[in-house]
């Protein structure tokens, strides 16, 4: 009996332990808590609805910002959102492109840039040089785009990795990759034509790094005014692809395509795991070397980080940060963590 | 595997040794206990979001509950293998705790905290979800100087402060079934500031009075604070406060009662978010060429008013919590003439004519009163498209009369 009862402590011990190392290796092999579910929440904005933008002092004086046309009407918001609550502060937005807001920050000519794509450590380390110190940047929030191709191609998925991209430029290549939608479908040697908004654009650099991997796209990308002007040049290209917003995707002739991701994806934001349709938007500040940050700058970034600001950013069909995201932004910003 | 050692008494000693597979027993316990936790304890807590037990929130129903209302008194930094302490507050629970300059919180009620993969999982909003009932939480603490790991019980109860009261009615004053009260701390240190909450929570209408609790985050020192509430119903102010009352301490609990009326009764400005969503009226903001009749239907609700526009502007409908955003903003104090202003002037709108500012103020002009502009009228607006530096809320802002 007490054999008995011996081997079945014994045996229960033992299913005990292999659960919990099961538990405890499938958690850590997915890089989770195993508690919360890896998707957004429900209304991506509940969980921030109590993060309220909180001000300091009232502060007054110029604030300029310049940038991303992506990020234009967000930021138009944001200016009547803090002026609401600054009304002495004025804030000037230039709706220019990534490539210009971040050189109007290195000039000194804007005090925020806005940017629709990361930012090079060749850039940075440029700016760093002419600045005496580094521009911080920050995620503020994400644009989520579709792939998108002809209504007639039939291809089911786009397999990708960050290494490769999506699209092949056919020679020398390895793990060889596809120039015609022949090798992904049944569509007899048509050849890939990527369509997308004009050089210089965050979105377009983003879609030249999502296409062609770290080596970047070979192929020529057609240039097109507008976002729209691409969907709709691809809803007439047989072999057209694009990236481009659900507002955009959701025009007749136009077929939308998942990514198959391949690997893992190692995030372009701190204290975030999204998967890359979730295009980061960025805005970078020059913070002092020493002491304090200027005021206005600092309740500015504050209330883009907050609540409200992360609301105006709905507002325009944009996608919010998530609590945790946002408090890695604040760490990264070099800003105390009191808890 | 040997023995941690045992703290000061506030440490409960666990059975996991130093070094590294003392991190993977750790690792193991947070996720297992994570696991066991997730079954026992189904989210419905967060339910109850910044309010009391049975609080709702109807548009925007925030994750963790009450953050901010747990402080332990440290500066962190987060990290792959939990939450470095840097600083320790005198006086604070964290001292009465033992935590010390150097050591790591692993874990909060079995949760891991700092970055886990790719994300962050706040120290604070993990303080906020895990509380029990009784306002007490288990941290799992790696020890600094020793690398012991920990069970370190803390106890907030004594520490957090909250307001608390009922919500009556003037007599008259009636909030449909399907309407909620809101209630909130506002910072009242500027006049400009009369709109900026600190916390807000939620609560069902219903027969009044209605109980209510706002437990406070920490609070700025030198700020003056007050407490109003409202009733909302599809997106429309019904009942309000007259005017926040202030609260007299920040440091100690509090009981406020509050009246609320008929909001069109009491005639509070547009400026101070508690106005009933006025409808635009009168004469076009700019004079000139352009003539703009912009007016919403006065038979709809707010909420029905805002699907139109978008099904009209951007010709479909609503995505999923299009409308709550909007609605959103104006329980935030804009008026049904600012979300009409943001939808005509939204990047997609903008999109859809190319990027073009000469289809794009043609379109907004067809928008607003169906039918093309004129040359001239085309001249005044490409005018005003540029006076506005070519910002669209401004630009259209500029067409449609202000809410009164």
Sequence with gaps: ?339 | MTMATCRPKSWVPIIFSNGALGVLAAAMLAILSGVLADADEPRTRDDSASGAPGAQMSYLRPAPARPGAYRLGINVQNSPVGVQVIEVGSGTLAKSAGLEVGDTIVAVGGYQVGYVGERLFDLGDELARRVDVSESVTLLVRHGRTGDLANVPVQFASATRSVAGRLFSDGKARLPASGVLVVRVVDVTHPEWENVSVVQAQFPAGEFPVSYQLVLPTLASGHRYAVDARGEHGGRIVLQTSQPTPLAAVDRDQQVDLVLTAAAATGVSSSTGLAPVARPTGPPAASGLVPVAATPSPSLQPRDQIDQWIRAYLGRPPRNFETDVWVAELMRGRSLSSVQAGILSSTELFERVSRSPDLYVAEVYRLLTGSQPSPAQFADLRKRFDQALGVRLQFVEGLIPPSR
């Design chain 1, 1 to 339: 009996m007490k054999t008995n009862s011996f081997f079945a402590a014994l045996y229960l011990a033992a299913v005990t332990a292999s659960v919990i190392l099961f538990a405890a290796a499938a958690g850590v092999a997915d890089d989770t808590r195993g508690d919360d579910p890896p998707a957004a929440p429900e209304n991506p904005l509940a969980e921030l609805a109590t993060m309220e933008y909180r001000p300091t002092s009232l502060v007054k004086g110029p604030l300029r910002l310049a940038g991303s046309s992506t990020l234009e009407q967000g930021a138009a918001f944001w200016a009547s959102g803090f002026m609401q609550v600054h009304p002495e502060a004025t804030l000037t937005i230039a709706r220019t492109s990534t490539d210009a807001g971040w050189q109007a920050l290195v000039d000194t000519t804007a005090d925020v840039a806005l940017l629709s794509r990361g930012i090079t450590p060749a850039e940075i380390a440029a700016a760093t040089t002419k600045l005496g110190r580094p521009p911080v940047i920050i995620a503020v929030g994400f644009d989520q785009l579709v792939w998108i191709v002809h209504e007639k191609n039939p291809v089911a998925a786009l397999p990708w990795n960050p290494e490769t991209g999506i699209i092949p430029d056919g020679a020398g290549r390895d793990p060889p990759r596809w120039s015609t939608w022949t090798d992904a479908a049944d569509q007899a040697s048509v050849p890939v034509q990527v369509h997308g908004s004009e050089p210089g654009s965050g979105t377009r650099r983003y879609l030249e790094r999502l296409v062609g991997g770290e080596a970047g796209w070979p192929g020529p990308i057609t240039g097109h005014d507008s976002i729209t002007a691409a969907a709709e040049a691809i809803a007439a290209d047989r072999g057209g692809l694009g990236l481009v917003g659900m507002a955009a995707a959701g025009r007749p002739g136009l077929r939308r395509v998942p990514l198959e991701i391949a690997i893992g994806v190692d995030g372009d934001v701190r204290g975030s795991d999204r998967p890359p349709n979730f295009r980061p938007l960025y805005v970078a500040v020059v913070p002092p070397t020493e002491g304090d940050w200027p005021p206005r700058l600092r309740e500015f970034v504050s209330y883009v980080l907050s609540f409200p600001g992360q609301l105006d950013l709905a507002k325009d069909s944009l996608v919010p940060l998530s609590r945790g995201e946002i408090h890695a932004q604040k760490e990264r910003l070099g800003w105390p963590i009191e808890r």
